[in-house]
């Protein structure tokens, strides 16, 4: 089933719709046609209630005020680009700089901050929309014309789907990603670093101290990112190593051992573990960004939650990040005429 309603308004007037997929075993996704925001994702609880497992916000200001991609859709390109520079098909490219020297997400005026639009495809069992974008060429810095779409469906089984589609007119660079912050036992319930996370990753992308790829791939072996057992995350984010104070938590790429290049298969890469509630990742694309909010600082959230550091915990499915400046990761290059597809699933087992 899919409920539509109005969310607000943007400040040109245009309406945010807020669109709640559901399915019979009670979980709910509400997603907003604004940044393809995940802004609320309702798992029933023993206390015939729904515990919340997505950090969001309340009103289209704070979402557009957001400077922490809280449930979006990020893109041209997820995760860093060292000083916004790349070269593609012989001609250099600058990006928007909005993040410490960096672009970051796509820059400041990325996909997380457009109205996109939306189209039903199924109400019924599996409920499924589709949003759609064009970026022009130039659109940050990032060239070519590109036309992207998003499906969003809504399992019988507790899994959301989230299939990423783009073709563009000229060879240029496609990295996206779904930005949700999850906590487990509820966005408003504290600190997730009790929750325990399994990464199927023998290998990270160390980083400078400005959370640039230093190169090197690395193996996770007597590092905190070794997640391929079930690890609680208050274990890597108490270690005195030099990438976790970097960040000043997790702020690092994973690469998936699953990853096979071509694949258009979702494998299994890992799950994160709290009391009640699993949930289990599936992915296509070849790195996995955890990140456990470690900036966040009274940030005023949703029913009137105060969002602390490490209260939330992001797994971005994506190309390892200034994949364009390092040749020898997995290619982030959508060249012209040709279809981007990926596809991440998220199952909950309560």
């Not at 070269?87 to 928007?96: E, M, P, R």
């Not at 409920?127 to 060239?143: A, K, R, T, V, Y």
């Not at 694309?285 to 456990?292: A, E, K, L």
Request: hydrophobic share 30%.
């Amino acid at each position: 089933m899919i409920k539509q309603s109005t969310f607000g308004k943007m400040p040109n007037g245009t309406t945010v719709e807020q669109y709640c997929l559901s399915n019979q075993q009670g979980v709910s996704v509400e997603i907003l046609n604004l940044g393809g925001i995940i802004r609320r994702w309702l798992i029933p609880n023993s206390k015939n209630k729904h515990t919340d497992i997505v950090l969001g916000y309340d009103t289209v200001d704070d979402y557009l005020a957001d400077d922490s991609y809280l449930g979006a859709l990020v893109g041209r390109y997820a995760n860093r680009i060292n000083h916004g520079k790349f070269s593609l098909a012989g001609s250099n490219y600058q990006t928007d700089i909005n993040q410490g020297g960096n672009c970051l997400h796509g820059g400041s005026q990325g996909f997380n901050g457009k109205v996109w639009q939306c189209t039903l495809l199924s109400s019924g069992d599996d409920p499924s929309i589709m949003l759609e974008l064009s970026s022009c060429d130039g659109d940050q810095g990032f060239p070519g014309n590109i036309a992207v779409r998003v499906i969003y469906t809504l399992t019988e089984q507790n899994r959301l789907k989230i299939e990423y589609f783009a073709e563009a007119e000229q060879t240029t660079l496609y990295n996206p990603t779904n930005h949700s912050y999850f906590n487990l036992s509820g966005h408003n319930s504290g600190s997730i670093t009790a929750h325990q996370v399994q990464l199927l990753a023998s290998h990270y992308t160390p980083t400078d101290e400005r959370a640039i790829p230093t190169g090197e791939i690395a193996e996770v072996d007597n590092t905190p990112f070794d997640f391929r057992q079930l690890t609680t995350i208050s274990q890597p984010l108490a270690s005195d190593k030099q990438q976790i104070k970097y960040g000043n938590g997790l702020d690092h790429n994973l690469c998936l051992d699953a990853y096979s290049p071509g694949s258009k298969i979702a494998s299994y890469a890992g799950q994160a573990v709290s009391s009640d509630i699993n949930l289990n990742i599936y992915t296509n694309m070849p790195g996995i960004q955890i990140f456990t909010a470690n900036h966040f600082d009274n940030k005023k959230g949703k029913d009137g939650a105060l969002y602390q550091a490490h209260q939330g915990v992001c797994f971005e499915t994506q190309f390892y990040p200034d994949t364009p400046n390092q040749p020898h990761f997995p290619s982030a290059t959508l060249e012209a005429g040709k279809e981007f597809y990926s596809v991440t699933e998220y199952e909950v087992l309560f």
